[in-house]
């Protein structure tokens, strides 16, 4: 098995973004006992995955030299999930090629893949669609290279199936043989550690009061953790209970259960990020199983991480402190069933570079997609404070001179500069479409040093900037049409000036 999932690696970094030259592969059949080449209706949401296993291509290098060509083999792992393998190359002058590996559920002729590879900052998400014998796979934001393919290779093809037999494996870019029997013992593995629920976890947890804070409950005990949640125990701490909160059964088709983390290490204070304790929401389906996260590596076979926890695991509430700063996160469902969370962040040091602290505060709703993934509703609250934004604090630093470039390390510690200016806000953050940022820096002019507020746009484009103690009355720099916005407050930055913001929709900074 070890030797599988090296292959496999090697696969991957050979199929990374600017690896050029590859062939496509072939693999070896079995015959079902169905006639797999009849149209597969797209009404019955029960019809078994193995209708659309087998092998598709696209291209046909035999009658146009280096023309585009791909390969798509399709295994049923149970009735509605299918391991996939599919192999592409864009043809001449090039050459340069992709693959890919991994499982996908069908519903109704459609599926979509969902995964982060570690290759950029973003998920690699593919569509799946079947219409009889032909297969449609589209690549989301192919120009970022999510999934790991060449230079210039991604997926928006169509596939034609030759054959409805089921691959029993699969050659890959490195010419090695990866067989699907093996990555679905695999998977079965991976399962062991996150079991089926059964009464006897569920009778601990009370339903969820909704509309308020929520009260713990009474204390799980360890032999129901090791049986239902082993992946959840960690043999770092010396100590570690479990606390049932409550549940909510039927949320969007899934059930939902809330419980309390507390861990005690043996060496709490040689540690650096300690959390002494935590509220976490679990996700199963409606059989007992638990919902896969679409957040960690997700490849059947493990060659990106040694991780073995497969449950989506959604941090409600905890607290944080260290030497990057203190942190306070709480989170409850309200009584339409969408989540509130407050977080109270006093950063420095190892979390922001700088001694001084920058303190932020927000709140936000927002909810759990059917996918299990959190969704933004609204923002509600962002305010940001530091001794940054005060002249009084500035005027009585000992900062003679400013770095001119990046290289001045040593400086650079003290506060953030023009060059590396701090960013106190993204909405990349909460995953809004306005791509906005809001940054600061110190800088100097004369003998006053002051704070440098500025709004950038997501090519990097300063939008507009405010001085404090230099702007009162003039305007902004820009206005720009103000947009639908998820954000339904404005970002308030307390400055000795008094609070500046930007309001929601809006891309320029005001001063009350």
């Known amino acids: 098995m070890k030797k599988v999932v090296i292959l496999l690696l090697l696969a991957i970094f050979i199929s990374s973004c600017g690896n050029k030259q590859s062939k496509a592969t072939h693999a070896q059949v079995e015959t079902p006992q169905s006639d797999s080449l009849t149209p597969a209706p797209q009404c019955d949401d029960t019809i078994p995955v193995t209708r659309y296993s087998g092998i598709y291509t696209f291209g046909d290098s035999t009658t146009r030299q280096g023309a585009p060509k791909g390969e798509a083999y399709f295994y049923p792992y149970d009735d509605t999930t299918l391991l996939f393998y599919i192999y592409v190359n864009i043809g001449a002058p090039a050459y340069n090629s992709g693959s890919i590996d991994g499982h996908i559920a069908v519903h109704n002729g459609k599926a979509t893949y969902r995964a982060y590879l570690g290759m950029t900052e973003n998920d690699c998400v593919l569509h799946f669609e079947f219409k009889g014998d032909t297969l449609t796979v589209v690549q989301e934001g192919y120009e970022n290279c999510d999934c790991g393919f060449g230079n210039h290779v991604f997926l928006d093809d169509t596939f034609v199936r030759t054959t409805p037999d089921i691959p029993q494996y699969f050659v890959t870019i490195a010419n090695d043989t990866v067989y699907f029997s093996q990555l679905k013992e ?302 339904k407050c404005p970002i308030i930055m307390e400055t000795s000036d008094g609070e500046i913001y930007v309001k929601p929709g809006e891309k320029h900074i005001s001063f009350l």
């Open 186 to 487: 695999q998977e079965q593995e991976k399962y062991k550690t996150c079991p089926k629920i059964d009464s006897r976890f569920i009778s601990y947890f009370p339903d969820l009061a909704l509309g308020k804070g929520h009260d713990r409950g009474k204390q799980i005990p360890q032999e129901i953790i090791n049986e239902f949640l082993p992946d959840l125990s960690d043999s770092l701490y010396i100590k570690e209970e479990f606390y049932a909160v409550g549940k909510i059964i039927g949320y969007r088709n899934m059930d939902l259960f809330v419980l309390d983390r507390e861990q005690e290490r043996e060496d709490e204070d040689s540690y650096d990020n300690h959390v002494d304790h935590e509220r976490l929401l679990l996700l199963f389906d409606k059989a007992g199983f638990p919902v896969q996260s679409t957040n960690e590596y997700n490849e059947f076979s493990e060659y990106y991480s040694n991780e073995k926890e497969t449950r989506t695991t959604i941090t409600m509430a905890n607290h944080y402190y260290g030497e990057g700063g203190e942190a306070h996160f709480s989170s409850f469902f309200d009584r339409d069933t969408t989540l509130i969370s407050h977080e109270h962040v006093s950063a420095s040091e190892s979390a922001t570079g700088y001694q001084t602290s920058i303190i932020s505060d927000k709140e936000w709703r927002w909810q759990i997609s059917r996918e299990g993934k959190e969704e933004i509703v609204e923002i509600t609250k962002i305010k940001y404070s530091s001794p940054f934004f005060e002249r009084s604090f500035l005027v009585k630093q000992d900062w003679d001179t400013l770095p001119d470039t990046s290289s001045d390390t040593k400086l650079i510690r003290l506060f953030p500069t023009e060059t590396l200016p701090y960013t106190l806000y993204s909405d990349d953050d909460f995953k809004l479409n306005e791509k906005i940022e809001l940054r600061f820096y110190i800088s100097k002019k004369g003998d006053y040093i002051f704070t440098t507020f500025e709004l950038v746009d997501d090519n990097g484009e300063v939008i507009d900037r405010y001085i404090v103690g230099r702007n009162h009355d003039e305007p902004p720099t820009t206005r720009v049409t103000p947009v639908e916005s998820k954000r």
